[in-house]
């Protein structure tokens, strides 16, 4: 299922346009209404020099389920934290909400709050060890309507996770503050990445062999300090250092295969 181009672009502008923590939670809210979701919930977990109790939880949930969350310790025994130090890949409730003791309690306890009857956590790891978890959540309980909800939404909010996680980092710390500015070659590189060109055809282009393309981006995710490509475009945007307007290209184009090939596990 294609992405909509004109939702995510909206819910990107919303978040790039935000000059404060407050602005982003802000934010969040519109871009919930946007998916139809119950709730969005950027949790980070880990952002090396800044002290847990200064970590910045953006929910869209009643602060009352925020407070019972931090009051009785559940990021103990939450299933989707543990799991998500072990994955990549988005995560869907359904595989975990049995899965022990502890995490039939944890289900319970946000059934209790009415969260949602499914969700789908996106795991967010940086290269400088940052960690974060996004969730979304929907009180669709039927099977068919879930899995069109994450055929329709999640690959665009698994985009939406990482450009939020990037401005949250600006905000908290300077993205990229060690990063020195790209070379000409791989700021050409990484712009045609962004606007969702392959190696190849990115070679073409500039007249270069494949393997100079490749070692331009290398550089350019080295020098940005990200863990993957589709992150040093995130930053390079989020810093100002390539063109904004074609993250919804390179994101979609990004998560592609990535998704034909999930959707098999999680739905």
Known sequence: MQPNEARLDRAVDL??????????????????????????????????????????????????????????EFVRIDPMVSTSRKTVLPIDWQLLVDSTKESRFYFSEMRRFDIGSNGIGIPINGAQGDRAIFTVTSHVSDCGRWEMFIRRCVPELVVVGRYLHEYVMKFIVPVGANAGPLSRQEHNCLQLFADGHDAAAIADML??????????????????????????????????????TSLVVAATAACANFWSDLLAILV
């Open 15 to 72: 978040i790039s346009s935000s000059t404060s923590i407050d602005a982003l939670q802000a934010a969040l809210f519109e871009i919930r209404d946007l998916y139809c979701a119950a709730h969005l919930d950027y949790h980070p977990l880990h952002i090396n020099n800044v002290a847990r109790t200064n970590l910045p939880i953006l929910s869209t949930t009643d602060r009352a389920w925020i407070s019972h969350y931090q009051r009785h």
């Open 207 to 244: 007249k270069l062999s494949i393997h100079t393309v490749r070692m331009h981006l290398r550089r350019s995710q080295r020098r940005l300090g990200a863990a993957s490509r589709p992150e040093a475009v995130a930053i390079a945007l989020v810093q100002g250092f390539i063109k904004r």
